[in-house]
C-alpha cells in the first residue's frame, strides 16, 4: 500500500463527467445541505447535523482526519462546472497489515439515481487499486439500503456476508451490517475484460 499516494497531497480525481477533489469552507451551505436532510442518513451511521455552525467546524475535522491519515472526504463535483457539491465519498481505515481500505459515500437528494455514486466509486477503485496498489476494498452496508448495493454490485463488488448485531452506528444502535468486498485480482481481471 502506497499511502503517500494518499497523505502526500490531497489527490484530486477525476472522470469524464465528475472531480473528486478536497471540500472547502467556501462549500458551506452545500454540506450543510447534505447533512441537515435525514433522509440521506437513514441508513448510516451518521447523525443529520441541523446546525449550520456544528457543519462549519465539520469541515475542519475532515482536515484534521486528513492530517491524521485516518480518512480522506472528497466531495463529488459534477463537470463541467465543477462548484457545486453533490455529495461525498471517503477512504478510511487503512489497514496496512491486510492491505484494505474501507469506502463510504452519500449523495444530496436531489442527485439520487443518477448514477453519480456509481460513477464516484469506479473513480475511488481505480484510484485506490492503480495508484495506491490497495488489495482489498470493502464497503458496509445496512440491509434495507437497495440504492448503496446497487451501487456496490454495478462496481463489481460481492456481497460476503452479513455481521448480525455486531456493529454500534451512532443514531441507529446496534445493527445488522452486509459486507461487500472487492478484490484486486477480481477488478484487473475485470478490466482485461473490458
Known amino acids: 500500500m502506497n499511502v503517500e499516494k494518499v497523505f502526500a497531497a490531497f489527490p484530486l480525481l477525476s472522470s469524464e463527467n465528475l472531480v473528486l477533489k478536497k471540500i472547502e469552507d467556501a462549500h458551506l451551505q452545500e454540506v450543510f445541505a447534505i ?4 433522509k440521506v442518513f437513514e441508513y448510516c451511521g451518521i447523525i443529520p447535523k441541523h ?25 463529488i463535483f459534477q463537470k463541467p462546472q465543477c ?3 453533490v455529495g461525498m465519498i471517503e ?8 492491505n484494505m ?13 443518477k448514477g453519480i455514486a456509481s460513477e464516484a466509486v469506479k473513480i475511488l477503485i481505480k484510484f485506490l487499486f492503480e495508484e495506491v496498489n490497495i488489495n482489498r476494498l470493502q464497503a458496509e452496508v445496512m440491509p434495507l ?7 456496490l454490485l454495478k462496481n463489481g463488488f460481492l456481497k460476503e456476508g452479513l ?32
Open 35 to 38: 447533512y441537515d436532510n435525514d
Open 101 to 113: 481500505v474501507t469506502i463510504g459515500y452519500f449523495l444530496a437528494e436531489d442527485y439520487w439515481g
Open 83 to 85: 462548484d457545486t457539491l
Open 163 to 194: 455481521l448480525r448485531q455486531a456493529t454500534f452506528w451512532s443514531g441507529k444502535g446496534v445493527v445488522d451490517l452486509e459486507i461487500y468486498g472487492l478484490l484486486k485480482e477480481e477488478y484487473n481481471a475485470k478490466s482485461l475484460n473490458r
Open 51 to 75: 446546525n449550520l455552525q456544528t457543519v462549519s467546524k465539520m469541515i475542519g475535522h475532515f482536515d484534521r482526519d486528513y492530517q491524521k491519515k485516518h480518512r480522506v472526504k472528497w466531495g
Open 91 to 98: 477512504a478510511m481505515d487503512f489497514n496496512q497489515k491486510v
Open 145 to 151: 439500503n437497495e440504492a448503496s448495493k446497487k451501487v
